[in-house]
């Protein structure tokens, strides 16, 4: 089971910006951009990407390209002099040009464990939501830490399940703007990055082992 692929992801949509040279890594480095992934409403989502050198030239990419990219969603700390941030970016294993065909512009599959609480409410409409965040393993001892967010009756679902629980969805990465205080009267634009959920289920842990 080690080898058991636990996080897949492939968005289809336009780079909407120049790729920026991000961090390197024993010589290696990374650059990341962005692109806009269309969702069934008339709304985009502004996904962050993180490409390797050796998978793409960082003057092949243009903004306005249309592009399929596949690979996984990944969490890393950010520090600085305020605390740590957890940040989330598509870690890109393949980038082809062109329009997608016959498939979803944006899906994802986790499959990984319940590392808080759930947290379970409703919205200000009577809607039922769940706030879940997901350990998902990776190689290295590693792990991505990726919070997702349930609806309905999946969010009804959610609410009983513990720290530790085992768990499978699909959904697809969405962003989320909010308005931020950092003021009395001041308020900041940021962007929340996370998987809307659409399928989701517990996995037994005794009949795997």
């Known amino acids: 089971m080690e080898n058991q692929i636990t996080n897949t992801a492939t968005v289809a949509g336009v780079v909407q910006s120049e ?3 991000s961090h390197e890594v024993y010589g290696e ?3 990341s951009f962005f692109v806009s ?4 409403s008339e709304a985009h989502d502004i996904i962050p990407v993180t490409v390797s050198e050796r998978l793409i030239s960082p003057d092949s990419l243009a903004i306005g390209d249309n592009v ?3 690979g996984q969603f990944r969490s890393y700390n950010n520090y600085s002099d305020t605390g740590s941030k957890l940040v989330l970016t598509l870690f890109a294993r393949e980038i082809t040009f062109g329009e997608a065909e016959n498939q979803t512009p944006n899906e994802i599959i986790l499959t990984g464990f319940i590392c808080k609480p759930v947290v379970y409410r409703h919205t200000p409409f009577g ?6 965040l997901l350990a998902v393993n ?3 001892n590693k792990s991505d830490y990726i919070p997702c967010i349930a609806w309905g009756r999946n969010a009804r679902f959610c609410q009983n399940l513990e720290v530790g629980s085992k768990v499978k969805l699909t959904g697809r990465i969405q962003s989320r703007e909010y308005k931020k205080r950092v003021s009395d009267d001041e308020f900041i634009t940021k962007t929340a990055y996370e998987v809307s959920v659409v399928k989701l289920e517990e ?7």
């Not at 809607?127 to 879940?132: F, G, L, Q």
């Not at 996995?203 to 082992?209: F, H, L």
Request: hydrophobic share 50%; aromatic share 14%.
């Open 19 to 21: 790729m920026e040279f």
């Open 29 to 31: 480095g990374f650059y």
């Open 37 to 40: 992934v269309p969702r069934l």
């Open 68 to 70: 399929v990219i596949s």
């Open 127 to 132: 809607r039922e939501i769940a706030d879940i």
């Open 138 to 140: 990776r190689s290295y």
């Open 203 to 209: 996995i037994d842990m005794a009949v795997e082992a």
